[in-house]
Every structure is written in C-alpha cells, then in structure tokens.
C-alpha cells in the first residue's frame, strides 16, 4: 500500500507565498486568544464574582440559602454553556482557515 500525501502537504503546495500566509494565520490566532480570554472573564465572573456577593442573596429556595443553588447549580450550568462556546467558536475559526488555505473539510 502507497502512502498518500497528508493533507497539510497538498495544502503546503498551493499555500499563498509565506508572509500572506503568516500574516493570515496570526490574524486567527489573535481571533482565538480573544475567544478564550472573553470565555476566561466570564469564567472568572462566574466562579468568584457570585461567590464573592453570594452572602447578600438572602432568598431561602426550598429550604436553602439561594447562593447555594446558584454555586452549585448555577455555575455548573454556565461552565457546561462555556465548554460548549468554546468548542463551536474555535470550530468555525478552524473552518474559516481551512476554506482560506483550500483544504476540505474530511467527510465533506
């Protein structure tokens, strides 16, 4: 059995001359860094920031203090929404960068 060029080496041949093609890839690196650092503020928001004022919530909620409800529940639930941000946020940036260098997306 042959082996069959990698998809990054067919890619490499019909990349745009180098600077282009750095500049590019830089421009969506910048992308991502902006995404995960959004992601990593409401992260922070979340995990300490309610905690921090949680002690002023005085609602009961079935018998609990409702800053228990929201640091055990509430939080969870906005961490499950940032995994899932994350993931669709950094696929489209994947997906852009693979329609600009020309590659196809496998399966497609």
């Not at 992308?31 to 004022?53: D, H, I, K, P």
């Not at 940032?82 to 260098?101: C, N, P, Q, S």
């Amino acid at each position: 059995m042959q082996p069959t060029p990698s998809s990054a080496a067919v890619s490499a041949a019909e990349s745009p001359p180098s600077g282009a093609q750095d500049e590019r890839e830089q421009r969506l690196w910048r992308r991502r860094m902006r995404v995960t650092g959004w992601l990593l503020a409401v992260w922070f928001a979340v995990t300490f920031g309610v905690s921090f004022f949680a002690r002023e919530l005085n609602v009961v909620v079935l018998g609990w203090p409702l800053s228990f409800w929201v640091a055990a529940q509430g939080a969870l639930l906005v961490y499950m929404a940032l995994v899932v941000v994350f993931a669709r946020r950094m696929g489209r940036i994947d997906e852009e960068r693979d329609e600009e260098r020309g590659d196809a997306a496998p399966g497609q």
